[in-house]
Each structure stands twice: as structure tokens, then as C-alpha cells.
Nanobody, 115 residues
């Protein structure tokens, strides 16, 4: 089993920044994708960003130019730098990892954008 632990959520004003971090531990074989989903109240979970072990990144259209994902596959960590935050970015953010075909999730960290 792989465990994922997120950190870095919190309350920030519109226009502010936050950095989320996620670390994987446990019985890791070969993680080749890590990323972040989010779920806002009353909405479905959506992909925010992901990074493949090759370095390729993908972003949701709504966060392009504002969020940056980075990962260190040797350390099995992934970060999400979030800038120019908007109230609509308010959600629980979940880290995920794909290891040898198995999908693992963190418990989530709450990000609230409010003045």
C-alpha cells in the first residue's frame, strides 16, 4: 500500500498564493504519475494538474498560467504552487499517485479563498 500525505492548505485572500505539498510513502514500486484533483462543494472531483515521471505536465484550463506543478520522483513528492487564487479555487485538494496500475489518494487538504 502507498500512503499519500498532503500539506499546505488554508485560508487566503483572492489574489494570494498557496503551495500544496504531497509525499508518498509505504510499499512503492514505481510511481509514474502524480498530481492533484479538487472537489468544490456540490461539484464533482476534477483534475487540477498532473506530472508524469517523464516531466510532462497537464493542467485544467481553469488553472493554466496560475498554477505550477512540480515533482521529484526520486523522493516521491509533488508540489502545487497556486498563484492569483480566485474564490472559485475553493475546494478540497487531493493528491494522487499511480503506481504500477494502482491508484492511490491522499485524504485531502482544504483550500479556501475568501476576503
Amino acid at each position: 500500500q502507498v500512503q499519500l500525505v498532503e500539506s499546505g492548505g488554508g485560508l487566503v485572500q483572492p489574489g494570494g498564493s498557496l503551495r500544496l505539498s504531497c509525499a508518498a510513502s509505504g510499499r512503492i514500486f514505481s510511481i509514474n504519475v502524480m498530481g492533484w484533483y479538487r472537489q468544490a462543494p456540490g461539484k464533482e472531483r476534477e483534475l487540477v494538474a498532473r506530472i508524469i515521471s517523464s516531466g510532462v505536465t497537464n493542467y485544467a484550463e481553469s488553472v493554466k498560467g496560475r498554477f505550477t506543478i512540480s515533482g521529484e520522483y526520486g523522493k516521491n513528492t509533488v508540489d502545487l504552487q497556486m498563484n492569483s487564487l480566485k474564490p472559485e479555487d475553493t475546494a478540497v485538494y487531493y493528491c494522487y499517485a499511480l503506481d504500477s496500475g494502482s491508484l492511490y489518494w491522499g485524504k485531502g487538504t482544504l483550500v479556501t479563498i475568501s476576503s
